[in-house]
């Protein structure tokens, strides 16, 4: 697999299952929700067989495109071993390791939590720890000017497990030192107010 074929096919994809899997399931607020989104992700994978590449939300549905119209909403940057392990930890559904953080492994981008995302610029490290270590960095509000973090998230490979299985105890993980927070602090709370947020 390469990143290529991550981004612009199996991430759709998996998007797109979830959407038809609600749609399966008849009308429904959630569904209603899921159909009004709209917005633009990117990814640049940095190194041999890497890229830019670009996802864009319309209707609910996601296709990959050549650009977009609007700014991104987050773009992660990331090296080809990162990438990789991004790929073997999450898969291809970014919404299940979003979900993990706000403790809904079927977590929806909403209107309400779109708006809070598009309120967070700047860049955050993800960082996993451990004896394989690896991270992303997310940059909120547009490309950024530096990738340089102003803050940095980073958490124990043990941690990270429960975090994507929806089963950890954030404020526990931040007070025994497992889930470590550095830099501009608010930033981190914003994103997790945003991804805990009721739909």
């Not at 994978?45 to 996802?55: C, K, N, P």
């Not at 939300?57 to 991104?72: I, K, N, Y």
């Not at 530096?146 to 993980?173: F, H, M, N, V, W």
């Amino acid at each position: 697999m390469t990143p290529q074929t991550f981004f612009e096919k199996l991430v759709p994809e998996e998007w797109n299952r979830r959407l038809a899997a609600e749609e399966a399931r008849g009308d429904s607020p959630r569904l209603a929700k899921m159909r009004a989104s709209a917005f633009a992700l990117a990814a640049r994978v940095e190194g041999d067989g890497g890229g830019a590449f670009t996802l864009v939300v319309e209707d609910g549905r996601m296709r990959a495109a050549s650009g977009s119209a609007v700014p991104p909403l987050l773009t992660l940057v990331m090296g080809v071993a990162d990438w990789r392990r991004l790929a073997e930890q999450v898969g291809p559904s970014p919404l299940a390791l979003l979900g993990g953080v706000g403790g809904d492994r079927d977590f929806v981008l909403t209107g309400t939590r779109l708006a809070q995302l598009r309120a967070i610029d700047g860049v955050v490290r993800l960082q996993v720890t451990g004896a394989d270590p690896w991270g992303v960095l997310a940059c909120f509000g547009g490309p950024p000017a530096s990738l340089a973090p102003a803050t940095t998230i980073s958490i124990d490979s043990a941690e990270y497990q429960k975090l994507r299985e929806g089963t950890l105890d954030l404020q526990g993980a931040f007070m025994t030192g497992k889930l470590g927070l550095a830099g501009d602090v608010e930033k981190a709370m914003k994103l997790a107010m945003a991804l805990m947020s009721p739909e």
